[in-house]
């Protein structure tokens, strides 16, 4: 089992920047990779950001050049550096991580994001 909790969300002005960071604990030898999703009212949860333990990364089209994600080597936090927000980011932003072993994904509680016009 993968614990997650996340941190750092809040209210910002247009332009402004936030950065979100996730803890994860328990069995976190088997992560694979970790991401950030976000669920605006009335959508669908969508990717935000993804690494792979080799490193590699991708990011939604929506956020490139804005968003920046990160880990430390031991997969013991995830970070996500948010610039130039607009306030179509506005959304409930949850930490993900992907096992190697065949169980499904691990996510966390979620925090808010608020992005003013």
């Known amino acids: 089992q993968v614990q997650l909790v996340e941190s750092g969300g809040g209210m910002v002005q247009a332009g402004g920047s936030l950065r979100l960071s996730c803890a994860a604990s328990?069995?976190?030898?088997?992560?694979?990779?970790m991401g950030w999703y976000r669920q605006a009212p009335g959508k669908q949860r969508q990717l935000v950001a993804r690494i792979t333990n080799g490193g590699n990364t991708n990011y939604a089209d929506s956020v490139k050049g804005r968003f920046t994600i990160s880990r430390d080597n031991a997969w013991n936090t995830l970070y996500l550096q948010m610039n130039s927000l607009k306030p179509e980011d506005t959304a409930v932003y949850y930490c993900n991580a992907e096992s190697y072993r065949l169980v499904p994904d691990y996510w966390g509680q979620g925090t808010q994001v608020t992005v003013s016009s």
């Open positions: 328990g069995t976190i030898f088997s992560i694979n990779a």
